[in-house]
């Protein structure tokens, strides 16, 4: 079981709110991800962070940011919710590791997930 | 384009049968490739991950087999249990960077019936 936490596991707000999705870590790993992932659909990467004070933008375009202040955390904040930002949004984490060819073979251990619903 | 293509998308099979699960990858250059687990309203939970060399990886009842000629990897899942219902993802690595960009499937939905 991996030691990866999210809150809230749902939150059904209206719309125009802003609202900070929490996930936390206690396994002290560098990297940290967010993802989005619809219904019969593959997860998207929207943010990452190598490490504190570092993050990136990811492959999925995303109107919600990010910070990370510690290892810990890695919050996610929607500033103005809309009906499309209804989705499942699952954190994950990683060791750093990385092969002899310089690419990383680590797993990621992902949190519960938190269904958002925006009416 | 990289892509992950998984099938069946969805299968039902009987308490105590095998089954088999596909994933064909496009991804070039190839890293590592991995099946994910996801139960119902929660997140991936990683049962095995497999490198360029290795042709096949057990964990328990779980078999994955990879094909890096043909890009392509296999789950048999042995004697299922009724908790094996879940969706499994295979996520395939490129080595372009440090990151390890990650390419998901869709998942095949499984479900074992009594």
């Known amino acids: 079981e991996a030691d990866i936490y999210q809150t809230p596991r749902y939150l059904v707000i209206g719309t125009g709110k802003k609202i900070t999705l929490e996930c936390s870590q206690t396994m002290g790993h560098d990297k940290m991800y967010w993802y989005q992932q619809d219904p019969g659909m593959e997860l998207h990467l929207i943010h990452y962070s190598y490490g504190v004070n570092s993050t990136e933008k990811g492959d999925l375009s995303s109107e919600s940011t990010v910070s990370r202040i510690r290892t810990e955390h890695f919050p996610l904040t929607l500033e103005s919710a809309r009906p499309s930002h209804t989705s499942q949004y699952l954190c994950?984490?990683?060791?750093?590791?990385?092969?002899?060819?310089?690419?990383?073979?680590?797993?990621?251990?992902f949190g519960p997930g938190t269904r958002l619903t925006v009416l | 384009k990289n892509q992950v293509e998984q099938s069946p998308q969805s299968l039902i099979i009987l308490e105590g049968k095998n089954c088999t699960l596909q994933?064909?990858?496009?991804?070039?250059?190839?890293?590592?490739l991995r099946w994910y687990k996801q139960d119902t309203g929660r997140g991936p939970v990683s049962l095995t991950i497999?490198?360029?060399?290795?042709n096949t990886k057990s964990n328990g009842r779980y078999t994955a087999t990879l094909d890096a000629d043909t890009k392509q990897s296999s789950l048999h899942i042995t004697a299922s249990q009724l908790s094996d219902s879940a969706s499994y993802i295979c996520?395939?690595?490129?080595?372009?960077?440090?990151?390890?960009?990650?390419?998901f499937g869709r998942g095949t939905q499984l479900t074992v019936w009594p």
């Open positions: 994933c064909n990858y496009t991804v070039s250059p190839f890293s590592n």
């Open positions: 994950a984490s990683s060791p750093d590791i990385v092969n002899v060819l310089g690419a990383s073979t680590d797993t990621q251990y």
């Open positions: 497999m490198t360029f060399s290795e």
């Open positions: 996520v395939v690595s490129d080595r372009g960077s440090t990151l390890g960009r990650l390419y």
